[in-house]
């Protein structure tokens, strides 16, 4: 088996600061935590932007310059951007950050789709909401539409191939395969593909052993075993762990992080660091090496750090 790529989206645009004292929200706290992931043996950091001042997801192109450039001063980490934004965002507004960056790596949502974060809030009353805004963005999600549409994902194509973007397809469910393949026979996709499966999310397919595997075999049935390596995502505790160790034994990649996963252990916050270092022992167990940068970007095809525009 290949060596593994560990990914780590640090901060997200689905939790609240609320939520956990440990979510980086400053371009400085989300630089340190990639930087500090990338010195535990982190392959690729995937990165979203916050306002600063109250934690808010932003699409300013400036923040996420400022935090990919600095990650770039201390580590050769790979930095992938978020196209997914967050929720009121336009797809203009989500695609905007990566292609000023003219990042390697940039993430790729593969359907329109229910995503939702209201069963979160139980957990918490109005007042204990550290911003104005947090309340309604977990609760309001129960009437989210996340928007990806074939015209949307023609534009996200269109402008990574100009700019040298490798898409990390994001799949949260086997019919947004076969959009991929559409997408290959249309020419606006080209194997080979990098995909993370995302397992979890309430409105896509659970996060289990099951899923996975179902993800798997479609994708090898449609898109040719060859043409794709895959990454997965489980999102919450404890299937962050569960899916990185089956992925592990059939020979994909795993994403971590604070955006996907707040729990250490049970009723226990995490920080980015240490998720880290769980799903590392986890890989050693199962003898898949983490990959260096430089590996992995020879295994993705990716065009290099000096390419970047941070």
Not at 145 to 151: A, D, G, P, Q, Y
Not at 261 to 285: D, P, W
Request: charged share 20%.
């Amino acid at each position: 088996m290949e060596n593994l790529i560990l990914s780590v989206a640090v901060t997200g645009s689905a939790t609240v600061p609320t939520q956990s004292p440990h979510i980086p929200i400053t371009p400085e706290q989300i630089a340190s935590d990639a930087i500090a992931c990338a010195e535990l043996g982190a392959t690729a950091i995937h990165i979203h932007a916050r306002d600063p001042k109250n934690g808010r997801p932003s699409p300013d192109k400036t923040l996420m310059k400022q935090i990919a450039s600095s990650i770039k001063a201390k580590s050769e980490v790979i930095v992938g951007i978020s196209t997914g934004g967050g929720i009121g965002m336009t797809p203009l507004e989500r695609l905007e950050p990566a292609s000023y960056c003219e990042s390697e790596l940039a993430s790729f949502n593969l359907g329109t789709m229910n995503f939702s974060m209201h069963a979160a809030a139980r957990h918490f009353k109005s007042e204990d909401y550290l911003h104005d805004w947090e309340e309604e963005h977990l609760k309001g999600s129960k009437r989210f539409i996340f928007r990806n549409t074939f015209e949307d994902m023609e534009l996200f194509a269109s402008t990574m191939k100009s700019k040298l973007i490798k898409p990390e397809f994001e799949a949260y469910d086997t019919a947004h395969l076969h959009n991929l393949k559409f997408l290959e026979k249309t020419g606006f996709a080209e194997p080979p593909y990098w995909i993370q499966f995302v397992l979890g999310v309430l409105g896509g397919l659970p996060a289990t052993p099951e899923s996975l595997m179902m993800m798997v075999s479609t994708a090898e049935r449609i898109l040719g075993k060859e043409n794709f390596r895959f990454s997965v995502i489980g999102v919450g505790y404890p299937m962050q762990f569960q899916m990185a160790a089956v992925a592990m034994a059939m020979g994909g990649h795993v994403r971590v992080g604070l955006e996907d996963n707040i729990f250490i252990n049970r009723g226990q916050l995490a920080t980015n660091m240490q998720l880290v270092e769980k799903v590392k022992r986890l890989a050693e167990e199962l003898e898949r090496p983490l990959a260096t940068p430089a590996e992995a970007r020879t295994m993705l095809g990716l065009k290099g750090l000096e390419a970047v525009n941070y």
